[in-house]
Structure formats: C-alpha cells, structure tokens
C-alpha cells in the first residue's frame, strides 16, 4: 500500500535486463556507444523530430535546469506555476544552472498555468526597461503537479502567447507518459506541433532507475547543452548504462503500458474511494495522482494499517477526529490490484 | 584488447545483481531507504571516521566539484597539479561549481605536485590583499592522471604544507582504490591521517556503473554539502539503485579485489613489455596505468588489429614509420590474460 | 519643476567643494588615504557601532546586493515587499551577487512588508526539506519604495520574527535619511537597536553623486564583503573621492538638512495638492515622495508645461481625459519653492 | 616624489570644473541626460566608429570583467598575459562576471604576450572535445603591466592569430593614452583597425575619479551588456557626473596631453637614471612605467626621504645593503619637474 511517490516503486523487470545486456564486453564511453546513439534515433523518431537534439541525463532536477539554462538567460526571469517543481522541489537549480536568472510564479486552478494570469504575469515583467530582469522561457509541467493533464488546446494557447511576446517554452515531463496516455495524443502533438522548444522527457518516475531525456527541437543550443552537461558533472562517463534502461522503457512501447497501468489504477482507486461516503475525492483524476479528503482518524487508522502517502494538509497527530484533512495518492507502474483492495478495505 | 580506460569496462556481475536485490517493492526516495544508510556506515567504519558525512553521487567531476566548493569560496583559488582531471577534464565545473574560484596550476613530474613547486605556487598568490584571490583547497588527485602514487610520507608533506597557510586538502580518489592496494595501507592512513579533509571516493571506474562517495571528514559542512548536491541536480530520487552498487563493492572486499586485479594485469603487461625489444616503458606501473613508447608503425598495427588504447603523443597516421610515439594504457576489473596476450603478441 | 526622482537632481555645492578640497597632491589608492578612514570612524560615531565594519560604494543596487550576498547563501530565499527595489529595479543583481539565490515576494499595504503576510511567506519556505530553498535574509526598505516609513516599532515587529527564523535583517537605506528625520529617532534606534543587522545608507538620492555606505553591525563577514567588493569592480582606486562626498555629507548634519528639506516640500505639496478639487493625494506622505491621482487631462496640461514626474498608471495619450491616474512625485533636496509653486498652479 | 600608482595622483583641475559645470539643475539619469550622448558621440568619432556601442563605468575592473563576459561563455578560457590585471590585480572578477570562465595564462617577455607562446597555449585548449574549456576571448593589455607598449604589427600578430581560433579579442586600455601617444596613431589604429573587438578605454588612471569607456566595436552585444553592467551594481544613476569627466577628458585632447606629459616625465626620469653609476635602468620605458634596479641601502635612504614607489622584489628591511633591488617607478600626468628633480638627487 505504498501510494507516496513514483519515486518510491522499483524499476520494471526489463530495465534489469536491459542493464544486463548492455554489460557486454566494453564500450565507448561518454555516450559514444551504440545503444546511445540508437537510443537517440528511437527518441527522434517517436517524436517525430529529426533534427531534435537529445541527451539523458539521470535526474529530472538535470533535465529541468539545463534545458531553462540553454533556453534563457541569467538576466531574464523564468514563467512557471506557482507550485512548480522547479520553483519548490530543485532547492534553486534553475537558478543556479542559469547564473542566476528569475523565476516568476504564475497562479492557477487544480496546478495548471491560468492564461490570464500568465498573461497579466508577462504584462508584470519588462516593464522597466533595463532596470528590471528580461522574459525569459515559459515552463509548464505536463503532468502537473496536481496530476492535472493540459488539453492540447490548452497547451497551444498558453506557448501561443509565449511565441507573442518572444519567450521560447519548456515542458518539464517528468511525468510525461501518464499525460501522454491520457490524452491519447501522439509525443508530437504534445510537444513541439503544440509549440514546446524542449521537454524534459522523464523515465525515472515512470519504471526507469534514474533516466531522463532532454530534447531539444532546434538543435542550435546542442553544442551549448552539451558543454553545461559536463561541467554540471552530468555526463556519465558508463553512458551505456542509461542508454539500456531508455532502450527497455521505449521497446514495444514500456513507457506508455506503465503509464497506462498507473493511469488506470488512480482512475479505479478514484472511482472507488468516491463511492466511499466518508471520502471526498478533489476532482477525477486525468493522470497518476489524485487528491481526496478524509478525516484525521482514517488517516490515523490507515497510518497504523502502514498504507503510505502524503498528507498533504494538516497535522495527523493533534486536532480534532472529525477535521477533514487532504491526502495525495500518486500510483505508479508497479501498482497492484491487491494494495488498492487492501487500502480501500480500510475505509470501511 | 580494450585499454582505454577504465571507464570503457563493464560492470561487475554481482553490482548487477545488487541491483536486481535491491528492485524488491517500495523504498524510500532520496537517500532515506536503509541500504543507503547501511552503505554509508559501512564506509564511516571503513575510514575508521564515525563522524565523517557521505555521501553518494554518480560522476566523479560531481565529487570533486561539490567537495571543492564546499572546502572553498568563490574568491578563492584551488591548487591542483597542472594536468589534473578537474583541470583539463571537467569543463570548468570547479568554476560552477564555487561561483567562479580559480584553479593555480603545479608542476611536478609524473603527474605528482612537486612540494617545491607547490610552495612556490602558494607564495605566489595572495599576496596583494584584497586585489588577488585568497588561498583555497588543496586538491591530490590519488592515483594522478600519469597512474603513479602518492606515498603516505609525499601526501603528508603536502597537506602539511597546506595546513601552514591554513588550507584545506581534498583527494580526488576516482582511482582512490588502485593508489590503496598499490601502497598497502588503510583508507584512513590514506585520508584523514594523512591530512585529507575531504575525498571522492570513486567506484565508476573500478567496477561500478556510476557511483562515487563524497566523504567529509569534518562534517561541518554537510548540510551544505546536501544543498549544493540537491540544487546542482545531483540528489538522486531512487537511490537505493546507487546504494545498491556501493553495497556490492564494498561486501566481501569487492573494490580491492578488483583494483588488485587491475594493479596486477598492468604489472604484468609492464613487465613483458619492458622486455620488448622495440619498446620503452616510462616508469614502473603503481596502479593500473601504464606509459610506454613504441613506433608509429607499430601503432598502426596494433589500432588496424583492433587494439585499444590512447595515443598519448603524436599522429597516428602522418610521419616517420620509426619514430616513437607515447601509448596510454589502461588495465580495468575485468582485463583478461587472454587480452594481455593477444596484446603483447602483437609487437612480435 | 522636476519632481522625477532623487536621481535627477544635482549634488550639493559643499559636495563639490569637497571634491576640490580632496584633490591636493597624492593619496593612497583603494581606500587606504586618511579621509576614508576619518569617514569610516564618523558612520561609526554616528552609528553608535564602534565596532562596525563600515564601506563605500558607489550604488545602492550595489550596496544591496553585497549586503545580501553577505548576509545569506546561494541556496537561500530572500524575504522582500513584492515591489521592493532590490526585486523590481536591480535587474536581478541579488541572484548574480549570491550565485543564485532566490527571492520570496511578501505582500502589504503601501509598500510596507505587512507582519502576517510575512509569516505565512516564512511559514511557506523550508517546509521541504533539501528539496526547496532555505530561508535566508529579510530586507526591509526605509524609506519604502511607496514613499511611507515603518514606525520603530514595525520594524522590531519583523526584526523580531526574522530572528524567531534564524534570518538576518537588512535595510535598503537609499532614502535613509528621509525616514530617520521623519521618525525623529537616532540612527542607531533605527537600525541595530531595532534589530538590523546591515544598512545600505544611502548618500546619491539625498545629495551626492554617486555614493553609499554599507555597515555590518556583526563585522564578522568584513573580510569577505572586502573580497566580493573588489571582484565585482566595485573597489575604487582613488577612493577618496567616494570619502569627499561623504565626508561633505555628513558634516554638520548636511545629509539630515538635505532629507528635511525634501521631506518638507513633500509634506508641503500634500497639503496643497489635497486642497486642489481635482487632485486626490493617495496616503499623507511620511517622507519625500506622495502619490496622487487627477485627470488624464490635467496630466497632459502638466506635462506640456514641463512638469516632469512619473505617470504611474495609465497612459497619457490615450484613454477617457476625465479618467484618473496616479502620479508619483519625489521632491529632492534641492527643490525650489518656486519650482512647487509653478507646479501647483497649473492646477488651477 | 610619488610614483606609486598613476592612481595615488590628483585629477585634473578641468574635470573639476566640468562637474561643478554639469551640475546646474537636474538631469534625465542612467544615462539619458544629453552630456552622455554627447560623450559616446565623441568617443564613436575618435575611434572612427560609428556603429559602436560605447558604454561608461567607474573602475577598470568592470570594464574589463563585463567586456569579457559579453566576448566569451561560463564554459571557455579567456587567454591573458601571465601577470595580466586580469589574473592578478581584480580579485577573480572576470571569472565572477562570466559565471565561472577559466583563465588561460600566456608568458611573454616584458609583460608582453610571446606569439609563440599564445599559440602553444591556444593549441593546448578545447583539445578533449567537450571535457575542456573551450577556446575564448584573447586578452591585451596595452600599455602592458611592465610598461610595455605593443606595436601595431605585435598587436595584428596576436589578433590575426585569435581570429585564426575563432577568438575574439579585447584590450585592457586602463592606460590606453600612454600607449597611444608612444605609438603615435590614432585611436582607430590601435583598436579595431588592429582586430580588436572591445576596449576598455581607460580614464581614471590618466586624470579622472574614475571613469573608464567600454567600446563595442560589433554592437550586436550592447543590450547584454547593458544587462550585464545593470545587474552588476555598474550602472549610475547620475550618470551625468561620469559623463563630465569623460567629456573634460576628451575636450581639447586633454587625454593626450596629460599621457604626454607622464610618458615625457618617465622618458626622462629613465634617461636621468640609466646616468647613475648605481641604478640599472631594465628596459627603456615605452610609457609611464619603469624599472629599474638600485641597492637595498639606496632603498632605504629614499624610502626615509619620503619617495613612494613599488618595491618589485625582495626586501626592503632584511638582507645584504649592497644588494640589487627593483623598483617599479609609475609617472602620472600631474607628476612634477621638481619631484624628479628631487628624487634623483637622492641617488647622488
């Protein structure tokens, strides 16, 4: 009953075989070997992007900070949701990776970046000539954190706007999979037809040990790229070894059966625990990750049972029984039916 | 034939198999799972540093940046031997990593800092208050880039030294295990007793996929450590598969078995290439890297035979069939006897 | 009728003279020549802080950024009124002097940081462990950059629950004066008494050409405010013409003088201004600058006339001439009677 | 007798006036006002060119630091003279204003550049592909640290070969004039006509308080650089006040005539010298600077008259008296007849 985290679930059986595989003999390092490069291709060709640039690297924080850094400037400030990722969770890399630029926080329902806000927010930015920091890049988390999903409509209007006032968009994917499936759109339509200059094109959360890809649809920053990689320690040097857990989560498809199966078990669980009359599910669920409300004493009761996720509001130990406090339940790939059985059982 | 660095290696078989141990159901994310908190006791007790903070990343320029910059500060300057890897082969990443510190450059033969040199580099900086940078770390690279090694009595002259003008020493070990069983002594005579401060403990190189230790021996700084690893992307969220890999290496004295065999296979190589009659061998092997001579014709014959390794000097293609030309070789966990014959057999 | 900025008025004539005085013969370069050291000791007197470390520099965008680089770390917040100038006006310079950090924005009323607002905002950051940033400085504007003045005890309100944090308080003293003669308290009462650990006292805005003091009250951190000085060019070699001015300053109370002044004529053209039928003067200024609203009408009949002050919302040309808009007015040391008496009638 | 620094002296008695000249009611700031647009105009036209982005800041450090982080990236090596400014006088400035550049030390004769030696230099960089530094701006100093002065020849020698690499070139001027008036060619000459990309135009070391022109001889950069200087603290709110000095400086050729005057000064100082039986004049001086070698006793018996100059070696107190010592000897443009005439009398 470990509903905490993606980050917390083992990686798929193949991803170990993949490892196993590649271990072969020696190989060019650096990212020289085959499997990188072929790697490469696969990526290019599921995104429909020839040109594309791409790396992996083995964090999502990585992906995020190198693809705002080549996309902008330390003098320039960065559009992102509030409750971003890289606004809460990367302890400053987005600033840190660009030699101190800006992050400018947009408001939002349900996680996702509101247009007007957005707007009003660019309308906030440069308005003071030199004096104030420059816009800078658009980022919008797809997942978000919310497990909200953006519609493609939504996404076009939000990088249409970016396009208005000259701000290249990066999409941090690091659940891109569970957004993907979600929408049933092809990584094409979500991405760069959808106007996004780069996504952080996350495995780790979704089966892989710590894999992301970065792709750069206009490649003129690759060179840049790669030189912020290595001195931000970032390339590896066994390259093969993330080239190997990539090859496995894209064969036949890996990537979008797990997202798939994460999907499907929140929808279920949201089903489920909304039919429960002492639960409050927040809204249906679109991606991996819901939100509900029950009182303190379920969660003090399912704390005992040793089902685990995050309050996300709240003290679990002092207040009133009664008090309605909100959990985040994030499925993964490795999901059963058996841990969703066994949570629900314990709302009754 | 493979001896182009110990980096081109596969992994050791039972790192694949710790990792395989360690896919069991969920854990926690972020270093707080109990391998990670095993592993890094593990190496308090194999320092003999109960109070040390350790830490694990994936690259080894990421554990030479991240010590620096917490032994140092920006306006500081970092002393490390002219050809050292986090001088020519980290891309400026001391340089991110501080904020803009310096590196000042000593000589010393066989890749080794000469004590003089040192001195004379340190008299001359900071000697114009406030206008010139400060004195900053010390940094020993155990075993160098020329594969030799440190005494215990040549580190102690040099961290005494260091210590004079109030320096710190870290030891950039990526090699650290190939120097220990060359001298025969303990990680600690090594290290904190020798008067290291901090050390990258490397495994990537001697049979891991990518792992490193970082370990302070004063852990003053180790919660800055944690947040310039965090923001730098270098946390990684499934961490037990990092865990996993240092464990295996560590169990059952698996990383000296493992340098041993590679200190040994270059020995050997050392020793029947020194009786070659159209070959000069530097100096005696230390550890596992071995500088040689031989003419360009026999470099073409051995790269069209598919051996591999660097060509230190030279052009393999243009020139005098006769003239000598400098070969880098490097002998990794995995080397065969098998390969050293085919090898050695070729300059017949 | 200037009534832009502080920065558009001329310096004082004593300043000049100071300029003239200084300029006899050689003196030693970088700030080592008597008259800055005469300077350093009369802040310390005036400070009540003998053991001060006290510096010259030629910005207030500089005196705030190396105080703040001072103060916090690179993987830290900086608590800050969501207008302040170190946000809105210093193009990003307290990221590029940190190496990166952050700044967290707090809301309240008329550019004054509101205390509850800035408790949730404290409460907001540090809740995630490595994964966010940490909280680091406040900074407080006095004067604010809306023109009011925080009474003592508002600022020992947040002085108070900055050291309840653990974070070091900072003022943007670039209208020091102003307030200090508005609050009719001494320097020391509005500063280290009242919590503050470092003041960017501000010399160009009341009078100057370009010169401000920072104090450290804890001169610990004197060292390293010398060496980030210098190498952001911010040392200059012929120092003691930073020291003229400031001698000239603070000789016989000038600086005091010049904000009374200011602040007269500001409190003087509120008076007036409110009387107008068609002007409606926002808040009673507390120090020398008021905002107000009239016509878009009467503005363009002003600024045709030469008035020159900032619209502060709208637009002049186009829009209803009925509508209001803000102005903000700043009146400067040197403003004339006769300057606002031109200005006034033009509302007639 | 003060020929410590062409920073110890006075400014001249015109710059004086022409602050006292601007300072007649009030002015647009940051640069708008018309006497700073005058300026650039003037100094477009001295340098024949028109297209040039010509910019004023106070110290020689930010000229040079800000030029050289809009010539080069975090990721690159900026090559200078061994003993340049740049490396050794500026705290690690430009490695700050470039978010971690390298610095590429070249030797040379007489604080001069050797051809040789930068391309040895140049050939030994970006030789790892992507785990070096890459190849970056070339650094000139002209008038050199020594005193030296490039011909126009040396200085076409080293920009043909930069350009040869990709490199763009810059020249620290922070004595510009005294090389000029010892070449004997126009501004243009030893600029941009010699492949220079930026200057720094020096002004405080040859009479003013402190201001020094940045010249962008391709203007594609000046909106980064106006970033750049903005959020560095560089950019003046009364910027008037460093306009006036630069426009006394200018009026006339008043920067010509005060370099004339210092260089004339040492010429003959030199002469005089190179007369005395115990003084070893080094090389001829170029410029404003010489060296020269006289005995510890002579040392000491000027140092007790009063004469101030740099000790260039050993020391002044401790050792043989008969032993040679060198002085480093600077003569600026209000050096007087009578103090050479003194000081040399001390010789006799």
Redesign the interface.
Known sequence: M?F??D?????H?SV?QA??AA????????GADPLTLSVQDQIREIFEAPDAAVYL??????AN??SLACLG???QTVFCHRHAHIQ??????P?????????TLVDGAHGKIDPDALKLAILGEQT?G?????RGPLSITQTSEKGTVYSLGELKALTTMAATYGMPVHMDGSRFANALVSLGCTPAEMTWKAGIDAVSFGG??NGL??VEAVILFDAEKAW?F???R?????????HR?LAAQMDAYLKGGLWLDMAKHANATCFDLADKLSKKSNVRVHTTPQANILFADWSRATHQKLHEAGA?YYLWSGDLDAGDPDEMLAARIVCDWSASADDSAAFLALFD
């Open positions: 470990n905490a985290s980050n917390t679930a083992p990686v059986p170990l490892l196993a271990n072969e003999g020696y190989a060019m390092s650096y690297v083995a964090t999502g924080t990585t900070a190198l400037a330390p003098w809460e969770d990367e302890c400053g890399a600033e840190f990776f660009s030699g101190g630029a800006k992050l003071r030199v004096h104030g920091v420059q780790t959360k040990m710590g840049e790669e030189l912020r290595k001195r931000a320690g970032h390339l590896f040097s066994k070894y685990a």
